[in-house]
């Protein structure tokens, strides 16, 4: 695998921009000629993936168009018709599969996802408020001077704020983010723990099939994608889902359990997910949390469940072990190394520190980003088989604590040892932590890809 | 008709083998069969609950006279039968990754096999050659192997505990019960519904 | 022998379907009708019997044509095959599903070709044994427990798990009089229907091929 030409790939694929602002807005072409003509006149704004050897920019921009808005640009029915099915059929059609019923279902989505109108998603991230402003007016100019797109809705999401220091936490207290595939060609620090196992218990990066299209995947082949090929290389998909987090409840569930675990409180949020809140995951440092581990990029995400089945210092059903599962289902982890998927997004509200009131209605939580080559494959089969479902963690039909759409009558299971501090404890009863509010499935195509839209040059085959 | 019922799916598929090949596979099965460690993949993968593979030779089909037609054959063939937790892609994804090998073995006397991996060729080859069930039923459609296996550990420890239930001390009892708590620990998840199936 | 991994007997049944043109629909398509209305739940046969962990039953109306270069052959007859993982001895078993339910043996085994029907018993085991064919290879996840100590052992799994979730912290004299209680519970609850869905749980059968 040679090195990618980071020129022609979208930089939000290959990294997280670390930056601690962000809006991402939602379009919808109104004439497929002069929606053609704003993606042509936007290249030149298009953040690609080239190193920033002369500094950082003050922001990106990025876009990625639903199966709808592609159709909307007038793609030929031969490319349109190539794509996955699930792509073609949008997220909201596949609510059953990944679980997204009851207070998840779409008919409680936000306005905007409720229909089928969202054509595309740009997103712009910022160092700075001023910053994200300044941009996001020039695109709004753009929109204006070209006359074929309409803004339908643009949802902020930004670091939260801590003692006034912008922080990679989530509403819940926990420190995100940790969790990113390496992979073949893309050049990026590479972590211990981040990419697949080998037999030998080191690590190596993921097949770049895996995040993007055009290139041998971890079966040996490529990934499903649209003709002509060059449309389709050097692209990718994109889960955007917003998760409301219900802050309130999480509290007092929390609140409600910690005085009956002889671990206490801080343990046992570190059970259920699998770090502690500041980051150090369990496995590695079961008694408390060491910021040695999570400042050491060596350490943090280096770690194996192996020596662990029985779930004594990660349990089985932690959210991280779920969904990452590492060698947990034995094999070296090979069947697990075609269903990662790359981590992007930012959390949506104001961090509220405990001890201060909060509700559940607030306007809170995170807009989860996932890439990946192949949704089903991927995203869909995390989302259905180790987030709602859980036979492959050997859970029966147990669903992750955090993520999972429960019904009020979940269970976890903290497994322990006769050690008094690390006793089994079960949680029953579990409220959703988290709810869906909307969402789609996008295709984030190459530079070439965005200039063969803009100009009008796909073949019809 | 359906393959599936609750949490198992029913697969079945029929290859044919030219009959000089037939000898080497039944070797081959000789071996697996009684060299335990090469059936530990199988173990180890967790959502097979029964599977078999049944040779069939071209002159060994059922014949019952009374009209009926003898069959007059050039292959021999091979009949699968799997009971899988799971669906199809998830299935045959698992065999792929991890078995291949093993399924290589197993199948490359069959004619136009293509090996397992890349996969599509070989999803292609088992879309083409397995045909559906018309009628499945299951004891336990609520569980899978995994439920199956949690729940005889689950009633094994409990008969351990019940048998000094009723003679120990509180004390005693307590400090058992925690014991017997930390053996089945990992056992507990509920059953029911298997996921939709797209 | 394969048919046989620990006390689980892998059977696998081919019967030749009757080929008569004389007949409307042709008996593999009314063998097809029948099975689409069994039910598959605890009023299966297979569940009213003794001793299925798991069968099915699967009209093949032809060999498969896998394309060039292997050769086209086409079968004579068309089979219906019974597969069934099930307890025990063979002659038990099929025995077992001659007393219990018969008539639904007879309603698709009429179909086949040389089918005595259960009346005479040694006829019909007969007639089974001549047409089945022995497992290669025969794999079970579990082969060290039968039917009812499968139904058994999932039901006590569901009622120790709440059982555990209830008894957090609970003082040890009570412990263990509720769990003598919950043996006795155990020992008297009744062994939940094969072939059911779980007894407090609404669920959904079936479903497409993928």
Known sequence: MSKLNETDIQGFVLRGYNMPFARYLFLRFEDAGRAATFIHRLLGEVTTGQRWDSGKPLSTVNIAFTHLGLSALELPDATLLSFPVEFQQGMKKRAAILGDTGRNAPESWDEIWREDRVHAWLGVNAVSLDALNSRCADMLTLMRDTDGVILLDAQDAAALVIDGVPTTKEHFGFTDGFGNPDYLGVERSSQPGQGKLNSNGTWAPLATGELLLGYADEAGELPVAPVPHILASNGTFMVYRKLHQNLATFRSYLNDHAPFYAGGKEKLAAKFIGRWRDGTPIELSPDQPDPSITQDPARSTNFTFGADPEGVRCPVGAHMRRVNPRDAFGFDGKLINRRRITRRGLPYGVWTPEGESVTDSDERGVIFIALNADFSRQFEFVQQQWINYGNDARLGNEKDLLMGNHTGHGRFVVQGDTTPTNPPFVCSNLPSFVELRGGGYFFLPSITALGMIGMGLVDPR | MSNINGKVYAMNVITPMKPWKTGLLRILFFALWHIKPMQKDLINLSFIEFARWVIVPRRSFPFLAQGQVPEDLQYDYLLFFSNFNGTWNQYIDAFSSVLSRGLNLIWRWSEKFPGSVPITPFKEYIAQVQFDTDYYYTAYPYAAANDLKAAHIVQSSLDQLAAQAQTSTPQQFAEAYLQFVVRVQTHLGNTGEAPVVS | ?210
């Open chain 3, 1 to 210: 022998m394969p048919n046989q991994n620990g006390k689980v007997y892998g059977l696998t049944i081919l019967s030749p379907i009757i080929d008569d043109e004389q007949v409307t629909p042709s008996h593999d398509l009314q063998i097809r009708n029948y099975l689409a209305q069994l039910p598959i739940d605890e009023q299966s046969p297979f569940a009213l019997a003794p001793g299925t962990h798991l069968a099915r039953l699967v009209v093949m109306d032809d060999v498969i044509y896998v394309g060039m270069p292997a050769c086209e052959e086409h079968l004579k007859s068309k089979y219906l095959i019974f597969e069934s993982n099930c307890d025990g001895d063979l002659t038990s078993y099929l025995t077992g599903l001659a007393a219990t339910i018969p008539e639904h043996l007879n309603a698709i085994w009429i179909h086949c070709v040389g089918y005595p029907g259960t009346t005479n018993l040694q006829a019909f085991l007969n007639y089974m044994k001549s047409c089945q064919i022995d497992t290669t290879f025969f794999f079970a996840a579990v082969n060290d427990k039968s039917v009812p100590e499968t139904l058994r052992a999932l039901q006590t799994q569901h009622a120790v798990a709440d059982f555990i979730a209830n008894h957090q912290g609970t003082d040890p004299t009570l412990l263990q009089s509720d769990f003598i209680q919950l043996l006795a519970d155990l020992k008297s609850m009744p062994l939940q229907k094969a072939g059911a869905m779980a007894p407090d749980r609404d669920l959904k059968t079936g479903g497409r091929n993928e």
